[in-house]
């Protein structure tokens, strides 16, 4: 069963200010490095700078646990507020624009267009020999020169 004051309790046994660590260090590193590596991974498939940023900000946060000082504790906000922000900010500034997502959309078009038409030019030979074979096979067509004559 699952108990409720587990993380009360942790904080309580491994903690001096559990008011100011929700829970202990060796839990905290395992965030950090869960998601280091979720964001390392974002920024390798998507290529994204705000990615790259979390996943420089969210280990950073350790360094709380090197200091006692309310000095470091509020810089160390302060410089995770404006990474935070920054992250915000360049989600906007390197978006992909849709102009861009027209211009590819457009050229993929353009492509298959392009297989469609050489697939067409192909079916009007084809047919076109098809024809071609009819006409010199066609019984009617021969009696009808040789009436003719």
């Not at 904080?11 to 060796?26: D, K, T, V």
């Not at 900010?89 to 959309?105: G, M, R, V």
Request: net charge negative.
């Amino acid at each position: 069963m699952i108990d409720i004051n587990m993380l009360t309790t942790l904080s309580e046994a491994e903690i001096e200010n559990p008011n100011l660590f929700p829970f202990p260090f060796s839990m905290h590193i395992g965030f950090a490095i869960i998601g280091l590596l979720f964001f390392l991974y974002r920024f390798v498939t998507d290529k994204k700078p705000y990615q790259l940023i979390f996943a420089f900000a969210i280990p950073f946060s350790l360094t709380i646990w090197l200091s006692d000082s309310r000095a470091w504790f509020y810089t160390l906000g302060a410089v995770e507020a404006v990474l935070v922000i920054c992250a915000f900010i360049t989600t906007f500034i390197f978006k992909d624009k849709p102009e861009e997502k027209a211009e590819t959309t457009v050229k993929a078009e353009v492509a298959s267009d392009d297989d469609d038409d050489k697939s067409d030019d192909e079916d009007e030979t084809e047919a076109s020999e098809i024809e071609d074979d009819e006409e010199s096979a066609d019984p009617e067509t021969d009696d009808n020169d040789e009436e003719e004559e």
